[in-house]
């Protein structure tokens, strides 16, 4: 069984200030990880994913996440929020083992950057 | 280039009754996935289609069935509505075993 972690329902910044979620992982094979951000009322808009390579990943927006193997972590980072960031995010995984395709998510952290 | 779309938009029906959701996905996707989103939670993987099979089932009850078309698109019939099946659903669309990319949803209504 896969699940995700995310251990903060909100997480409230000033702007211009670093902005951290914080996600966790458990998969039985090795993972794929995704974060995906969504707007009131909207799908779910993809920020960025690792598969393999270089533990730091870097997306849309200026958003970037370290995976961390040992300590199952998949951090969303951005040096300097903006007001715009206001949004819900998603952490989900996906086990690399080729016969699943599914992905699990997080139950969201919802972000507030204030002005 | 369009990205994922799903119609109708919003929908209201009643307990017992049917309903019909349609995906189309990127363009140059073959793998369509849904999930259900239910309000204030993380979205949960209903099942996906790739070359007009069900290729993995999520949890969910066999009132749930799903259909592929040699076009990509996929429709996801709900039979017996609860009113537990009010959420949004979300379609998904990809090419590979990697990134999904999701639709603006439908969002279902039961009374």
């Known amino acids: 069984a896969q699940s995700v972690a995310q251990p903060e329902d909100q997480v409230n910044v000033a702007e211009g200030n670093p902005l951290t979620v914080k996600c966790t992982y458990s998969v039985s094979g090795n993972p794929y990880l995704f974060w995906y951000v969504q707007y009131p009322n909207r799908g779910l808009q993809f920020l960025l994913k690792y598969i393999t390579g270089d533990n730091l990943v870097k997306g849309s927006y200026g958003f970037e996440a370290e995976f961390n193997k040992s300590q199952t972590s998949f951090h969303l980072k951005k040096p300097s929020a903006l007001v715009s960031d206001s949004a819900l995010y998603f952490c989900?995984?996906?086990?690399?083992?080729?016969?699943?395709?599914?992905?699990?998510f997080g139950a969201g952290t919802t972000v507030t950057v204030r002005a | 280039d369009a990205g994922v779309t799903q119609s109708p938009t919003h929908l209201i029906k009643t307990r017992g009754q049917q309903v019909t959701l349609r995906c189309s996905p990127k363009s140059g996707h073959d793998t369509v996935s849904w999930y259900q989103q239910a309000l204030g939670q993380g979205p949960q993987f209903i099942f996906q289609?790739?070359?007009?099979?069900?290729?993995q089932r999520g949890n969910f009850p066999d009132r749930f069935s799903g259909h592929q078309f040699p076009n990509y698109s996929s429709e996801l019939n709900v039979n017996a509505l609860l009113l537990g099946d009010s959420a949004l659903y979300l379609c998904?669309?990809?090419?590979?075993?990697?990134?999904?990319?999701f639709g603006p949803g439908t969002r279902l209504t039961v009374l």
């Open positions: 989900a995984v996906r086990d690399s083992r080729s016969n699943d395709y599914k992905l699990s």
């Open positions: 289609y790739y070359e007009e099979e069900e290729r």
């Open positions: 998904a669309s990809s090419s590979d075993y990697n990134e999904q990319f």
